[in-house]
């Protein structure tokens, strides 16, 4: 993390521009940071390193020098020194053409804060690659809610199986509904199986294509390093359509990448700085004595090493977009957790009703057989009274 960053006049010292981070808890702190900053500013002189970095403790000062001027940032000794000597340089291009004229005519302290702003936007593009790694922990927990709201919809299914108790035609439906199932199965299939052809038809296009294009590319880059002499630029960028060509000279050793062209040229340069010390270290003595092509092919190793700890910057800024999709999926499976269990009630009190239902019906049967045994009775009852009194009526009318 970028700590406190401070821009000095390399003659005299003065502080030109500063920014601080916001703590509290290590106001106290920064400010002895900064106290060492300022000694630091009144030591430097033009016979001091254009760039060097000075341990503190758990913290680490960077400084760069160009154009009598000083450009200095503490950060934690964790933070990548690639990373915090191209904020540096950064900063210094963009300070150089807003104020580099009037450097030597100012006279009192911190007479650009205002460019405090662009050091606040350049250094949210320098977080912290640790952050990077965050994103691992992020798909991890997206995945434990994914696995919730299935285990969710499970319980749904269950308990909508439940219905066909209550309802004699749910029976049918459920065997349409697994007819459907069945159709909807075989339908997704076929689609997954057309879908993953074209995917692998299209894989396979793009492969052959850039394929192709890195192979042209190559071609490209090997005549670049047959017209680069000792007179050529040390550092160098050359577009090639969508990409770009960066080249680093250092001790008869060219270091070349080819990125696209979005790629920021500050961390590309970076990178290839990083290849140049590594490579002189391991293999500097030998390169004037081979004599065969990629004698030392085994290097590829540290370059997909340090290649993963420069990746586009964008990635990093995708965490915000991930971090709120995530929080829109928890608001999501909290709804459908409060649609379920109010669902849950609403199918227990529906199989509740549906028992007294039952209760009652049996109830009613009973009690509508017994008032009709009593009805039958009652009606045979009378009629056998009517036909004895008119047998007696008969009977006495004869008489």
Request: net charge positive.
């Amino acid at each position: 993390m970028v700590l406190l960053t401070m821009i000095a006049r390399l003659a005299d010292g003065l502080p030109l521009a500063a920014s601080m981070q916001e703590d509290e808890q290590l106001g106290r702190d920064l400010q002895q940071y900064q106290s060492q900053a300022k000694q630091l500013f009144r030591k430097l002189s033009d016979q001091s390193p254009s760039r060097c970095t000075l341990e503190a403790g758990s913290m680490s000062f960077h400084y760069f020098i160009e154009k009598g001027v000083c450009y200095l940032v503490l950060c934690e000794a964790s933070f990548p020194k690639k990373l915090a000597f191209a904020y540096l340089e950064d900063l210094q291009a963009e300070f150089h053409e807003q104020h580099g004229k009037k450097v030597p005519t100012v006279s009192r302290p911190y007479s650009f804060i205002e460019f405090d702003t662009y050091i606040q936007k350049t250094k949210k593009s320098y977080i912290d690659s640790r952050a990077r790694r965050n994103l691992g922990s992020i798909n991890t927990e997206l995945q434990d809610i994914q696995r919730i709201m299935v285990a969710n919809i499970e319980e749904v299914l269950q308990r909508g199986e439940a219905l066909s108790a209550i309802d004699s035609k749910a029976s049918n439906l459920s065997s349409l509904s697994k007819k459907y199932r069945s159709d909807a199965k075989y339908l997704n299939t076929r689609s997954t199986y057309a879908k993953l052809a074209a995917g692998g038809v299209f894989f396979i296009m793009l492969i052959v294509y850039l394929g192709r294009d890195l192979q042209q590319y190559q071609s490209q880059a090997k005549q670049l390093f047959r017209k680069l002499s000792d007179q050529s630029p040390s550092r160098c960028t050359l577009e090639a359509g969508s990409m770009s060509f960066h080249y680093f000279i250092e001790k008869g050793v060219c270091y070349l990448v080819l990125c696209e062209a979005s790629f920021p040229k500050k961390l590309a340069f970076a990178y290839l700085e990083d290849l140049q010390a590594e490579f002189h270290e391991q293999h500097g003595k030998k390169v004037p004595t081979v004599s065969r092509p990629y004698s030392f092919i085994e290097f590829d190793t540290y370059i997909q090493k340090t290649k993963k700890s420069y990746i586009d910057s964008r990635a990093r800024r995708n965490l915000g977009s991930i971090n709120t999709e995530l929080q829109d999926i928890q608001r999501i499976m909290v709804a459908n957790i409060e649609e379920v269990l109010q669902r849950g009630e609403a199918l227990s009190a529906i199989d509740s009703k549906a028992s007294n239902l039952s209760s009652l019906s049996k109830k009613y049967r009973s009690d509508a057989k017994y008032l009709n045994t009593r009805s039958t009775y009652a009606k045979l009852a009378a009629g056998g009274v009517f036909f004895i009194m008119l047998i007696v009526y008969v009977r006495f009318w004869w008489l």
